[in-house]
Every structure is written in structure tokens, then in C-alpha cells.
């Protein structure tokens, strides 16, 4: 497939990002979005082959503390007003079933060290990273990170298109990394967003088609 060789992913030196895949954003939950449910066999295949060829994994989270201080202000008075989603210590904030490394504890999230900017190791070369807002790059060490492990390429799929992805993407983008959105594998999507996305100079994959050059 070809692609304009300033945009063309470097697999080799490729991150996946999944986003705030967790229990509470789940199809099924109060809070949930729908769709992210049926995104999880896609991603856990992407997870899956990363791990396998040895490529790094950030899984980026949202935690609301109760008293929603430093939360984005369209949901602070939710939070404060006692909405209970990725709140730290509730089983809801954890990775969705299946996507973190196998044989890892069922409380796979250190709240306080993620709230603390911490990445957590998961696995080699596997991280959970929280996010204070929508994008990633904000106030967190994930450009640290992704350069310690010479990473160019951020490969990225998780919940709801037109807020966080579309946030990481646009960061992403801004800080000259070589940007893929797996289709197949992120919630809340729709062509006009794959448009505009594209627009961006992000390249547009399904899950087979990423996962093809990193076996």
C-alpha cells in the first residue's frame, strides 16, 4: 500500500497507545461508550503481536479522584457531584479484560504512582500511563518514554475517536511522529472523523493490515 514516504510508518520503530481502554468506558457500563466492547478481540490481537515482536505497549488511562479537582472541566461537577467512573481503587478504572500482559494481577493499575505522572510497568517494554486531560503528551513523561525506546511511529487505537484519540493524534502530529490509526480498532468512529483525521497526514489501517509488517 502505498504511502507518501514522509508519512510512511515505521513498524520497526513503531509504539501502540491504546486509550482509555478500561472497564468503566466498556459498552455496557453507566459510563460507557458504545462500541469499545467490540473493539477488544481487534486490540488485543494489536497487543498481542506487539508483545511478540518485542515493540512497545502504552496503555494511557483516565483516573477521577472524587473530589474532581483536577479533572477536564466539562466533567468536574460530574465528578463532584459523585459520578463514580475511573475513580482510583474501583475495579472500574483497570485495563478491559484481556489486554494487559498475561498472568498479570486482576488490580493491574498503582493509582498513587500514576497519579504521581509514574509510568507503570506492565510487562517489557509494557506501560500503563495516566493522562490528566485528552491528550497524552500533556503534563506526562510519554515523549520521555517513547524516546527512550526510539520510537518514531505511534500506532494508535482505544475509546472514542472524537475526544482522546483524535486529542492524542493532533499531539502527536505536532511533535513530527509518523501517526497510524487502526480503524477497525477504535470506538465512536465514523468516516467524516477518518476524513478529517487523514486530513492530518495520519495513516489509516485495519488490524490486519498493522499487525502484517511488525510479524
Known sequence: MATDPHLEPHWDRSALITIDMQR???SDGPFGLAGTTEILPNLTKLTETFRATGRPIVHVVRLYPADGQDVDRVRRTLVQGGAEFARPGTPGRLLAPGLAPAGDLDDNLDD???LRGEPQLLGPGEYALYKPRWGAFYRTRLEELLAAHSVDTLVFAGCNLPNCPRANIIEAHERDYRVVLVTDAVSQASDQGFREVAGL???????????TPTV
Open 24 to 26: 468503566d468506558f466498556l
Open 112 to 114: 498513587e504512582a500514576l
Open 201 to 211: 497526514g495520519t495513516v489509516l489501517r485495519t488490524t490486519a493490515e498493522a499487525i
